[in-house]
């Protein structure tokens, strides 16, 4: 008998097509920070061909009621503003540390400050960078330390192979009363120099601050990335799995890191989007690893290099950017788009204790949607299970553990387009794991000498949300010795 199953088509795109805003002007190679629930989209290029045109322009987009602003524009040394720079916001302020500000590769390292109450722009104690001003470095912004670090760089053409690369690691201190705004320039240099590359502080493990992709003296790729850890040492990971610079990343709204467009070793745009999982601090040897997601998660509509964005909310906004204008003749050049796009991440599931039995509204007398109503799931068995109905958003199964052991779930067979994640509970509905890779990617909880005990484990369905579930089955395994 032949078992047939049917699938709906998959979405060609997770990116809210509703949520699509055109802004005011042409832009690549700016700046763009969230404040609250406010995108302020600052300075950059209207055209990036042949000879580049910078904008000083500041728009500010409330992503609440989709209305744009323009605000002061940024002074910049001929009221034009930075390019191929990158901006930080401490405290209510917007920093520009440096930019590109015309041709011969020129760049200024004049530190821009815009101050968000009074819609005005000043200037405060400029970076010590160690040879000249440069451009195509990143910061990444530490609101703990009240400011943020400036690392990378290049000083030269981009992609000229005799421009060399810098290793700069300095840090900003945003003053305070008496305190004035300090420049810190006591920390490791980075292992690779880089630049056009790309860099976050980790959520897990706390406070790293890592790097990956961009290029380094000579064009070339860096064969790893490498973070910043908790005792002043850079330690490598993994690089990603399609080496690009001109990219953008951010921590998702779910603490992970999301590495967005760019340009491979061809010059071609990269559509797919990376996501990391972080090395465990105790395994030396371990670097982490980049997964790249599934074709729905795409930045194709088009394919871009240098967006520019930040989380507002559960959504990950990005600006702007650059693409081929005939895909078909990348001879014919770039241009800069003025196209934004948002990514809504589902909000973070796992709760600490599950009070009362039911998740949510479902169908009545549907099976395993509940605690009290899960399902046994056999030991070292593959078990193979599918969501009912387009209402059916979770599937609770339980098992026994007779004796301490260590126990590896796997769930696997995640329809591309889906978006499945994985909780586990003890006998008590307490929180014990959770693994929520986006995407189809598989989930995986191991756990270390479990206690004896009755266990929980719920399959949440994060995406379809509104389309029917796919009846292909997804294969849950629990392994336990």
């Not at 405290?91 to 819609?119: C, E, F, M, R, S």
């Not at 897990?204 to 860096?222: A, H, K, M, Q, S």
């Not at 395994?283 to 507002?312: E, H, K, Q, T």
Request: net charge negative.
């Amino acid at each position: 008998i032949l078992n047939l199953v049917a699938w709906i088509e998959a979405p060609e795109t997770v990116w809210s097509d509703d949520d699509q805003v055109t802004m005011p002007e042409l832009r690549s190679r700016h700046g763009a920070v969230a404040v609250g629930n406010q995108l302020y989209v600052i300075a950059g290029q209207t055209v990036v061909n042949n000879n580049p045109v910078r904008t000083g322009r500041m728009d500010r987009y409330d992503t609440v009621t989709g209305q744009w602003t323009q605000l002061a524009s940024m002074p910049g040394p001929d009221s034009f503003g930075y390019s191929n720079g990158d901006a930080a916001v401490v405290n209510n302020k917007i920093y520009l540390p440096a930019g590109y500000i015309g041709l011969n590769d020129q760049y200024d390292g004049t530190h821009w400050v815009y101050d968000i109450p009074t819609n005005s722009w000043s200037t405060t104690v400029s970076a010590p960078f160690p040879f000249e001003p440069s451009a195509y470095y990143t910061v990444v912004e530490v609101p703990a330390q009240q400011g943020y670090y400036l690392i990378g760089g290049l000083n030269g053409a981009p992609l000229d192979p005799a421009s060399p690369a810098q290793n700069t690691m300095l840090f900003f201190r945003q003053g305070s009363g008496v305190i004035a705004d300090t420049w810190f320039n006591v920390f490791n240099p980075l292992t690779t120099p880089r630049y056009y590359h790309v860099a976050a502080m980790l959520t897990e493990p706390n406070g790293w601050i890592c790097v990956v992709g961009g290029l380094t003296t000579g064009n070339i790729f860096p064969t790893q990335g490498e973070c910043f850890n908790s005792s002043g040492d850079w330690i490598p990971i993994a690089r990603l799995n399609i080496q690009r610079f001109g990219a953008e990343s951010v921590i998702g709204p779910d603490g992970r890191w999301y590495v967005f467009g760019g340009y491979d070793s061809s010059l071609n745009l990269v559509p797919e989007v990376e996501v990391f999982t972080p090395p465990n601090p105790g395994i030396p040897s371990d670097l982490g690893s980049w997964a790249v997601l599934d074709p729905p998660y795409n930045l194709n509509a088009p394919a871009r290099a240098w967006p520019r964005g930040d989380v507002v909310g559960n959504r990950i906004w990005l600006t702007g950017g650059e693409t081929y204008i005939d895909p078909n003749n990348t001879g014919a050049g770039v241009v800069a788009l003025p196209i934004m796009n948002s990514l809504f991440i589902v909000p973070e599931f796992p709760r600490q204790a599950i009070l009362p039995l039911v998740f949510a509204d479902h169908q009545m007398g549907e099976p395993n949607d509940t605690l009290s109503n899960a399902a046994y799931i056999p030991l070292n068995t593959p078990f193979f299970s599918n969501f009912e109905s387009s209402q059916d958003f979770y599937d609770v199964f339980f098992f026994d553990a007779l004796a301490a052991g260590n126990l590896n779930v796997t769930l696997s067979n995640i329809p591309s387009g889906a978006d499945y994640d994985l909780y586990l509970y003890d006998a008590n509905k307490l929180l014990v794991q959770f693994s929520r890779n986006l995407g189809n990617l598989d989930e995986q909880i191991q756990h270390s000498g479990l206690p004896p005990g009755q266990y929980y484990l719920v399959v949440v369905r994060a995406l379809p949300i509104t389309a029917p579930p796919p009846q292909t089955n997804y294969r849950l395994f629990v392994g336990f010795q």
